[in-house]
C-alpha cells in the first residue's frame, strides 16, 4: 500500500476554501487519516475513516471524503484561518497488525 | 504533564558520540513507536514496541539501539551516527499495536543533527 499527496505546497488566501488531494493504493480494505504537523511541534490527528460514513468530519472545521472508486480521500476546509498553516500528511492502513503509512505531506499556507 | 514527552528537543552530536533520545508517554497506551521524519521524505517507521515487546524492526541499521523498559517510556540510543542521520526523530504511542483504527499520538520529537 502508498500514499499520494499530489501537492507539496499549497498557498491560499485567508477566508478561502481549500482542498488537500490524496490518494492511495492497497488491494484490500484500508483505513485513511489525516494529521497536521505545526511548527516545531509533532503530529496531531485531524480525523480518520473507519469504514463508516465517508464523508468524515475532523477538528478545526476539516473534513474529507472517502471515494472508494476513485481512491481517493481529500481534505477539505471552506474557509481557510491564518493558523491553519501547517504541514498536513494523508496515511493509510489496512486491518491487521500492518504500519501506518504516510504521504510525503503537503504544506499549506495561508497568505494574510 | 500529559500526552506524549519526548527529550531533548535539539541535539547535536559527532559521528562519534553516544547519546540517547527520550520518549515517555501519559495516555495509559500499551504501544510506543520510533519515527524518522526527513526532508521532503514520508515518515518512516523505525520501531514499534507493544507490552514493551518490539514487534517490528524496519530494517533500521544497528548504530540506532531502542529500549522499552516499561509501556510508558522508550529510549533511542545513538551511537557512530553518519551525517544523513540528521532528521527530526519522533516518538508516538497508541493503545495497541495492530488495531487498524488506532490513533497514534505523536511527541514534538527530537531534532537531530549529526555533525
Known amino acids: 500500500q502508498s500514499v499520494t499527496q499530489l501537492d507539496s505546497q499549497v498557498p491560499v488566501f485567508e477566508d478561502a476554501p481549500v482542498e488537500l488531494r490524496c490518494n492511495y493504493s492497497s488491494s484490500v480494505s484500508v483505513y485513511l487519516f489525516w494529521y497536521v504537523q505545526y511548527p516545531n511541534q509533532g503530529l496531531q490527528l485531524l480525523l480518520k475513516?473507519?469504514?463508516?460514513?465517508?464523508l468524515v468530519k475532523g477538528i478545526n472545521g476539516f473534513e474529507a471524503e472517502f471515494n472508494k472508486s476513485q481512491t481517493s480521500f481529500h481534505l477539505r476546509k471552506p474557509s481557510v484561518h491564518i493558523s491553519d498553516t501547517a504541514e498536513y500528511f494523508c496515511?493509510?492502513?489496512?486491518?491487521?497488525?500492518?504500519?501506518?503509512?504516510f504521504g510525503k505531506g503537503t504544506r499549506l499556507s495561508v497568505i494574510a | 504533564e500529559t500526552g506524549v514527552t519526548q527529550t531533548p528537543r535539539h541535539l547535536v552530536m559527532g559521528m562519534t558520540n553516544k547519546k540517547s533520545l527520550k520518549c515517555e508517554q501519559h495516555l495509559g497506551h500499551n504501544a510506543m513507536y520510533w519515527y524518522k521524519q526527513s526532508a521532503k521524505k514520508p515518515l518512516e517507521l523505525m520501531f514499534v514496541y507493544n507490552f514493551k515487546e518490539q514487534t517490528e524492526n524496519n530494517s533500521v541499521p544497528s548504530r540506532f539501539s531502542p529500549e522499552c523498559p516499561n509501556s510508558s517510556h522508550l529510549f533511542l540510543h545513538l551511537h557512530t551516527l553518519q551525517p544523513e542521520d540528521s532528521a527530526l526523530y519522533l516518538c508516538a504511542s497508541s493503545p495497541l499495536a495492530g488495531p487498524s483504527t488506532d490513533t497514534q499520538y505523536f511527541g514534538p520529537g527530537t531534532r537531530l543533527t549529526v555533525l
Open positions: 496515511a493509510v492502513k489496512s486491518p491487521g497488525n500492518t504500519p501506518l503509512v
Open positions: 475513516y473507519t469504514s463508516a460514513a465517508t
